[in-house]
């Protein structure tokens, strides 16, 4: 939200009180307390007819600094918010004649003390200054137009300082210049609105930035004011955390420590996903021919996906198998287990009229109210449909009773679609939450709600979501799509900007509808985006009006599908082990180039690009005729699919076939391979392989084996010496180490 007009002027509906002046100090019980006047005062008169900002830092975990500022107190609190993690922390206050300083491990607040003037320091381990809030930044605003109040905050950014992250953005990548409000909505991956809003964003400089609200948080990035980043919400009072991770990996730590981990997921959901679309006709003949097209065509499957009309239309959801289409549901089922799929079903949190449990839900009150009493309902999706009130314990207990049931007859796990169209006008939640706040979180509860029932059913470590909406603390609820994009190359590189900026906000898994989902793709985008997807942490394919099944497209997509579903199966050891790292620090599978090359600035702005792990750099390519370039930091790499090496420190410009494209292994890598290229969970030990790359002589690397239960399996570390690989392992199993020179 903008209050200025340029730099010195406000708009004309507002009045603006900015922080001026720290005119009070006070410390208790673990936390800095500070009175801002909002004008300078040099004499008691000036005390008088005038607001004051109380400012507070806390420290819920060592370097993490909240600062809540508070216009009026008395304002009632019906908000939900986000769950956090917190910790004991024994922070230092000091203050002397110049200034007060909070310091929670290496992080630093210090308030300047000076007469007529208002700074707020935020310093790094070393004194460096990092971010200051100053001279007309934190604020309390009136909209005389409204009657409605806001408070906000601006923090200085440096030269040559991008933010990154706030959630699922389609946007360009590097947030600077752009205005962003924190509104979950079905959008399309074509717009600049989003599924998943996260008020979470890091910088290029060793810090992130959590405002601690649920409702639509306003960022304005170097936008209204080109030196700073903004933030804005609706109310009196304003929650924020200033994270000092030093790394970019270290920002992403502390914050997912804060707003909660992924948990392990299930080896087998990393393999191949096939769906039968959304608006297709399908039964089980369809289904069946699916599944044994790719058993035929020697392609592994690993989970196959029954999208909305395994429910009959106009009663979404019921939960109940359309009888014309599935007879025999739960024998259908079984057949497939038998021949080792894992199966999932689409839902909602809808409950359209003409299903069983409207009249039901209505009659209980599990569905979200009018003010007046009346349930809410919309024709938009389903006709007269309500949405489950998931503020109310017994209807999160009666709508997962019916998933249950579901999971009782053989689905293992949910695709849990929408959750963003959630009214805001005259509600009234069960236990009275602000509706303009439970828009965005509605979200975090409803993935709450199935995952833990999933959890529940088929127990610890075989929870999966396949999800769509999300909110900040949502990464506990893995894992999350990108939305309906479209068959073109253009949406292609809007999906990976996504999924960068999903990495950048605490997401460690994230998925894509390989192809595109709304229009068929021609036969070229389907086979590089299947590489892109199949390169991704979980694969997809799924659209809307057509079927998916490579055949479908050309016989070289069928080459193309079965060489990289094997090729991900075999990096399954690897894979398996980001993954615990995502589950242990909260490092993405997928990452965005500088969170593993912070200190190549020429990684700061790359969005056609990525490492999937720490070791392998993934291009995906773009253009029909193969041709694609990409950054390769210092070093000399090595081609996974040809073998052939390049020196790194320049932009790379070459021509790939539909087998081929840039997986280039970083030097000094020991990439574990697995014996198995027909599923992605197995025995990760068995004849592993260990390739050695440019490993420099005398230096060792240690490569860490888990079992599909996120167990530690076995270690290896592998040292260089004259020339020969070394290895120390605790290891069972029979291994191979291959060197590349």
């Not at 570390?717 to 029979?734: E, H, L, P, S, Y």
Request: hydrophobic share 35%; glycine share 8%; net charge negative.
């Amino acid at each position: 939200m903008k209050f200025t007009r340029g730099y010195w002027m406000t708009r004309e509906n507002f009045t603006m009180n900015y922080a001026a002046q720290c005119v009070r100090v006070e410390k208790k019980d673990g936390a800095l307390k500070v009175l801002a006047a909002t004008r300078p005062v040099r004499s008691r008169g000036e005390t008088l007819n005038g607001a004051i900002l109380e400012v507070e830092f806390t420290a819920p975990r060592e370097n993490i600094i909240r600062v809540r500022v508070t216009h009026f107190a008395g304002k009632q609190d019906r908000a939900p918010h986000f769950a956090t993690f917190e910790e004991d922390v024994n922070p230092a206050i000091a203050e002397s004649e110049e200034a007060a300083c909070f310091t929670s491990g290496g992080l630093t607040a210090k308030v300047l003390k000076a007469e007529g003037r208002w700074q707020v320091d935020f310093l790094g381990r070393n004194g460096q200054v990092l971010t200051t809030s100053g001279f007309r930044a934190m604020a309390h605003a009136l909209d005389r137009n409204t009657g409605k109040t806001y408070m906000s905050d601006s923090l200085m950014l440096d030269v040559g300082e991008c933010v990154y992250g706030l959630g699922e953005r389609f946007t360009p990548y590097v947030k600077n210049g752009q205005s962003v409000d924190m509104w979950n909505a079905d959008g399309g991956t074509a717009s600049e609105l989003a599924y998943k809003n996260i008020p979470f964003y890091m910088t290029n400089r060793g810090y992130g930035i959590f405002v601690e609200d649920t409702s639509d948080v306003s960022f304005e990035i170097a936008s209204e004011k080109v030196e700073r980043a903004q933030f804005s919400v609706e109310g009196e009072t304003l929650v924020y955390d200033v994270i000092y991770g030093e790394t970019p990996k270290g920002v992403l730590d502390l914050y997912t420590a804060l707003t909660g981990r992924p948990p392990i997921l299930p080896a087998w959901s990393f393999g191949l996903w096939l769906s039968t679309s959304f608006t297709t006709n399908y039964d089980e003949e369809t289904a069946s021919s699916f599944i044994d097209g790719m058993a035929q065509r020697d392609i592994p499957l690993s989970v196959f996906h029954f999208d909305c009309f395994w429910m009959r239309g106009y009663n979404w959801c019921d939960f109940e198998w359309d009888p014309e289409t599935f007879p025999d549901p739960e024998g259908m089922l079984k057949r497939y287990h038998d021949r080792g799929l894992k199966l999932c079903c689409w839902i909602n949190p809808y409950i359209a009229q003409q299903s069983p449990l409207f009249a039901e839900g209505a009659k209980n009150g599990y569905l979200i109210k009018k003010t007046n009493g009346d349930v809410w309902q919309t024709d938009l999706w389903q006709a007269g449909m309500g949405i489950v009130d998931v503020t109310n314990p017994e209807a999160r207990k009666w709508y997962c009773g019916y998933l249950k049931k579901l999971l009782a007859m053989g689905v293992d796990c949910l695709k849990t679609d929408f959750g963003e169209r959630i009214p805001v006008k005259d509600i009234a939640y069960f236990d009275g939450s602000s509706a303009l706040h439970m828009h965005n979180y509605f979200t975090f509860l409803y993935n709450q709600m199935v995952f833990e029932t999933i959890r529940e059913v088929r127990g610890e470590g075989e929870a999966i979501l396949f999800a769509r909406s999300a909110t900040a603390g949502g990464q506990q609820f893995p894992v999350h799509w990108g939305g309906d994009n479209s068959a073109s190359y253009v949406s292609m590189a809007e999906t990976l900007r996504a999924g960068l900026s999903m990495s950048h906000s605490g997401f460690g898994f994230w998925s894509h509808d390989i192809s595109g989902f709304e229009s068929t793709a021609p036969a070229h985008v389907y086979k590089r985006w299947v590489q892109f997807g199949l390169l991704s942490s979980h694969s997809r394919l799924h659209g809307s009006s057509s079927y998916r099944v490579p055949w479908a497209f050309d016989e070289e997509s069928v080459n193309v599908v079965r060489k990289f579903t094997k090729l991900k199966c075999r990096l399954m050891p690897y894979l398996y082990a980001a993954a615990m790292e995502a589950h242990e620090h909260g490092t993405p599978m997928m990452r965005p180039m500088m969170l593993e090359f912070p200190a190549d600035p020429a990684c700061d702005t790359l969005d056609r690009q990525y490492m999937l792990g720490e070791s392998l750099l993934v291009a995906p390519i773009f253009r029909e005729d193969g041709r694609v370039s990409y950054y390769l930091p210092e070093g000399c790499w090595t081609s996974l699919l040809s073998g052939e090496k390049t020196c790194g420190n320049h932009w790379v410009a070459e021509q790939h076939d539909f087998m081929s494209l840039p997986l280039m292994v970083r030097p000094g890598t020991v990439l574990p391979l697995g014996s198995c290229d027909t599923r992605p969970d197995y025995d990760y030990t068995e004849n592993l392989e260990l390739h050695v790359y440019q490993l420099p002589e005398g230096e060792s690397r240690t490569v860490r084996i888990y079992d599909t239960k996120g167990q530690l399996a076995a270690t290896y570390t592998v040292t260089m010496k004259g020339g020969q690989a070394q290895v120390q392992t605790d290891a069972r199993n029979a291994f191979t180490v291959v060197v590349h020179a």
